[in-house]
């Protein structure tokens, strides 16, 4: 039986450049998504590799917020909504990110990626994350533009 396991790292800024650089849209893409297409088409080009993989750095729990790019964190679990297009978008906060329809996006992406499914433009997709995204709290549709600290603390 295989345990999903969260780990986290950092990495050299040139390195994550060189990983972005792989990538047509790395913003909507994210990390994670580049890694497992480089890595899918690494075991499509070797099948007969051993993919056995060991870790041998120490475990930690997984984390309860999911921290943006930016540093801006967002609780794992937070259920989110929006309305577009006459649609009722769901999505939901990961320790990876906005998991939207299967897919992981930092938080701007992620609304690009539902406009673009309820047949936006690339133009009328683009649009602030933060003030797309809605959760209720207290039986009250708040975006999550509430949960960053204001600007300049």
Same mark, same amino acid.
């Given at each position: 039986m295989s345990i999903p396991v969260m780990v986290q790292t !950092? $990495?050299? =800024? #040139? $390195?994550i450049l060189r990983l972005q650089a792989k990538s047509e849209m790395p913003a909507v893409e994210g990390l994670a998504g580049i890694l497992s297409r480089i890595l899918d088409d690494h075991d499509k080009a070797f099948p007969n590799q051993n993919k056995r993989v060991v870790l041998s750095m120490p475990v930690h729990p997984e984390p309860k917020v999911f921290t943006t790019q930016r540093g801006f964190e967002l609780p794992v679990g937070l259920e989110l909504f929006a309305e577009y297009g006459g649609k009722h978008? =769901? /999505? =939901?906060v990961t320790t990876g990110g906005i998991e939207y329809k299967g897919r992981t996006y930092e938080v701007s992406p992620s609304a690009f990626a539902a406009k673009k499914d309820c047949g /936006? !433009? #690339?133009t009328a997709a683009s649009t602030n994350g933060w003030k797309f995204w809605m959760f209720k709290k207290d039986g009250r549709a708040q975006f999550i533009d509430v949960l960053r600290p204001p600007v300049g603390r």
């Open positions: !950092s $990495l050299p =800024k #040139d $390195l978008l =769901k /999505a =939901k /936006a !433009s #690339d």
